[in-house]
């Protein structure tokens, strides 16, 4: 029992206009419902002048607390050593992990990147990129999964599909959105909140390529779809939310000031519907959705 969080990189709330937003082409039957019954569109730009960009909207996201304020400004990419700082204190996995709650990153991680990664701590001399969620999870004391637990079914590749992984020549099966949410599904059994980072929205919204990002939507509204099959709603609680917009304007190279959706999607949803406006408000949320859920086998039981 407990809290799934789909972060989907790049993903804006668009004009209903099929030349330039490839949700509109696409064939999204659970989007759709989605957005229907279980949509709070929320405000990505955190009051800072300019476009909404991964580092600061990330790190918003993964802390409740406004990071492009914070700065002055939003940055774009990879978080800089002041956010880097702010993650390790504050992030949603840390608060979580202090609590007692078992929490797990699902990415699975190349091994390469993952042995870099180990260098640089030893050393203290090799910087390597790292991604928010990367940060966060490092500093909460959680595992970076690896080849080894994607072989396993304990993790799952950021396109979902691993034709990357093949791309690169590694051995590993083609994957798709069954096997993904059979992967989740397993993990939820011992975990209590657990997220998953797709990105391939915000690379292909930055490429500009209709045909690719009307692909990769009906990827996620297949897997979206699944999920909801699979996961008992009443007795967890799917989040999925973004960072900024961008695929849904396939007409600029750059991200959008559009609004972002939030899906709140199983128990105790109608409750934190409410208090979600801005990108500040999801970590909270997701904090005090979590409680009840994790108390429910007790209520059950009286
Ligand atoms: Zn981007």
């Known amino acids: 029992m407990g809290l799934f969080l789909l972060f989907i990189d790049g993903m804006g709330l668009g004009d209903e206009d099929a030349g330039i937003n490839p949700f509109v082409r696409a064939f ?57 700082h702010l993650i390790m204190e504050h992030s949603l996995l840390k608060r979580l992990k202090d609590k007692g709650y078992r929490v797990a990153n699902c990415n699975a991680y190349r091994d390469e990147y993952v042995s870099q990664i180990l260098k640089e701590d030893t050393l203290g001399k090799r910087k390597v990129l790292k991604s928010v969620t990367t940060v966060a999870t490092l500093a909460a004391g959680i595992r970076l999964r690896t080849m080894e637990h994607l072989l396993e079914g304990r993790a799952i590749y950021h396109d979902i599909t691993n034709e990357i992984l093949l791309k690169k020549g590694y051995k590993v099966p083609l994957s798709d959105e069954n096997r993904a949410v059979h992967t989740i599904i397993s993990l939820m059994k011992d975990h209590d909140f657990l997220f998953f980072e797709y990105f391939l929205t915000d690379i292909a919204g930055h490429g500009q390529q209709m045909d690719v990002s009307v692909d990769i939507i009906q990827l996620l ?71 009840p859920l994790l108390e429910m086998p007790k209520a059950l039981n009286v």
């Open 221 to 291: 509204d297949r897997f979206i779809g699944k999920l909801i099959k699979n996961v008992d709603l009443k007795k967890n609680l799917i989040i999925i939310t973004s960072d900024h917009g961008n695929i849904e304007d396939i007409t600029t190279k750059t991200h959008t000031l559009n609004k972002v959706p939030t899906f709140l999607i199983g128990s105790g949803q109608d409750k934190l519907k409410g208090d979600i406006k801005s990108l500040t408000d999801i970590s909270p949320a997701i904090e005090k959705g979590l409680t």
């Open 28 to 84: 999204i039957p659970n989007f759709k419902a989605l957005m229907r019954d279980n949509m709070v569109p929320t405000d990505a730009t955190l009051g800072v002048e300019g476009l909404p960009q991964s580092a600061t909207g990330q790190t918003t996201l993964f802390t409740g607390i406004n990071a492009s304020q914070l700065l002055g400004r939003h940055l774009h990419g990879f978080p800089n050593k002041e956010l880097r």
